[in-house]
């Protein structure tokens, strides 16, 4: 996918989508932010789990970064992800006609999206209804999930993420490892550009499966919590996510954008 004018771009979120944060660096390691919890309706802090970067395709366009937040409120305790798009701005600050320009660069932030987390109809609405067996097998792990079954649901992921590998995304190969390996250099059915988020949380998931279906010889891996089984739902959710939810994004966003434009496409 590549951008028609980044500039264009750029003004089309801005006009449509809420800043939350514009600052001068991205290594500050904030612990909470001012936000909103959709189940509380309540503006808080909320907490922060994690935070990652990704660059989509940026040697063939030039699409923006898009910042992943795993966030929890203070108040109910419900954890989620959050989508923003990252703007890089660079301003020339001091160009003496002598020396190499000097640049300021600072960055912006515009709130996308949120995924809560152990919330069965979320998880499946996005993924399209002729992927039934992936619909069916993803509700089974939900449901484990819920009721206690922890190897079984840790089992059902791995099967939902192999489905998603060979059946979806045409992965070639014997077994989900040499499956996953395959979508790391060939290009894939849906031609979607998978990230190293995808791969690292793809390879935790079929690890941490396959001990549920093959007991390890560290017997003290033998059961399964339910802080395990939270943690494999919340990776898989994010892979959901990569799949079906932010390419239809950014062709949503890609499609107006040039309707409003009047350009062609």
Not at 7 to 16: G, L, M, V
Not at 54 to 69: A, W
Not at 129 to 146: G, H, I, P, R, V
Request: aromatic share 10%; with cysteine.
């Amino acid at each position: 996918m590549e951008l028609l004018n980044e500039e264009e771009f750029n003004t089309y979120i801005r006009s449509n989508f809420k800043k939350i944060l514009e600052t001068d660096t991205l290594t500050e390691s904030k612990s909470e932010f001012d936000g909103y919890c959709e189940s509380c309706n309540k503006d808080v802090f909320l907490k922060i789990h994690s935070k990652s970067y990704q660059q989509s395709d940026y040697n063939r366009g030039n699409l923006p970064y898009f910042v992943t937040y795993f966030v929890e409120c203070p108040r109910c305790n419900r954890r989620r992800f959050i989508q923003y798009v990252l703007i890089v701005v660079s301003e020339m600050i001091n160009d003496d006609g002598v020396n190499e320009p000097e640049y300021k660069t600072h960055y912006e932030l515009y709130n996308l999206y949120s995924l809560p987390t152990k919330d069965e109809s979320f998880a499946n609405k996005d993924i399209p209804d002729n992927y039934k067996t992936l619909k069916y097998s993803l509700s089974e792990a939900m449901f484990t999930m819920t009721h206690g079954k922890y190897i079984s649901s840790a089992i059902m992921f791995r099967r939902s993420l192999q489905i998603i590998a060979k059946d979806i995304l045409g992965a070639q190969g014997r077994t989900l490892h040499s499956q996953l390996e395959w979508l790391r250099e060939n290009k894939n059915l849906l031609g979607i550009d998978l990230t190293n988020l995808f791969h690292e949380n793809s390879k935790l998931i079929k690890d941490v499966g396959n001990q549920g279906a093959h007991p390890d010889e560290d017997v003290t891996l033998h059961n399964f919590t339910e802080k395990d089984v939270n943690a494999l739902h919340d990776l898989f959710l994010v892979i959901v996510n990569e799949i079906f939810i932010k390419p239809e994004q950014l062709k949503a966003i890609q499609t107006d954008l040039i309707k409003n434009r009047k350009l062609k496409g």
